[in-house]
C-alpha cells in the first residue's frame, strides 16, 4: 500500500468496488487522495485487433482513477459524476501493465479536474485524459 493512501481509504476503495466494467477490465487503484491517485491496467483483455490497448480502454483507466480522486476530493454525504472528458492518445501498449498518474489541475466545492497520464512499464507516455467531475450532494 502507498504511504499517500490512508487504510481507511484503502477499506473504502474495497468495500465500495470499482464499477462492474473496471473490475472486468482488471484496473487495480494503488494510491488514492482527492488530488493524486495511482492505477494499474493489464494490457491482456483490453486490447483491440490490431494486438494494441483500446484507446477505450485508457479512457475507461482514467475515469475510474479521476472519478475515484473527484469522490473522495467532495466528502462525506458528497459524490462525483464525471460531466467531461477528453483523450489524446500518443503511443499504443501491446502487451505488459499501463499505469495511470491523475492529479489534480483545479478541486473547487462543485468542480474537479483532473488529468490522467497513462504510460507503459518503460515509462512512455501513452495517452493523456482529461476528465472533469460535477461534485454533488448524495440524495436520500
Given amino acids: 500500500m502507498a504511504e499517500h493512501t490512508s487504510d481507511e481509504i484503502m477499506a473504502w476503495i474495497k468495500e465500495r468496488g470499482l464499477g462492474e466494467l473496471a473490475e ?61 472528458i477528453n483523450a489524446s492518445h500518443t503511443k499504443s501498449a501491446k502487451g505488459g501493465v499501463v499505469t495511470a498518474t491523475a492529479r489534480a489541475v483545479n478541486v473547487g466545492r462543485n468542480l474537479a479536474t483532473h488529468e490522467i497520464a497513462v504510460d507503459d512499464e518503460e515509462g512512455n507516455r501513452l495517452s493523456t485524459i482529461r476528465i472533469t467531475n460535477f461534485l454533488r450532494d448524495n440524495r436520500s
Fill in 24 to 84: 472486468k477490465m482488471g484496473i487495480e487503484i494503488l494510491e488514492l487522495t482527492p488530488t493524486y491517485g495511482v492505477a494499474t491496467m493489464p494490457a491482456e483483455g483490453n486490447r483491440q485487433p490490431l494486438g494494441i490497448v483500446h484507446g477505450g480502454a485508457y479512457v475507461v483507466l482514467a475515469e475510474t482513477l479521476g472519478s475515484m480522486c473527484a469522490t473522495l476530493a467532495a466528502g462525506v454525504g458528497r459524490h462525483a459524476v464525471g460531466i467531461e
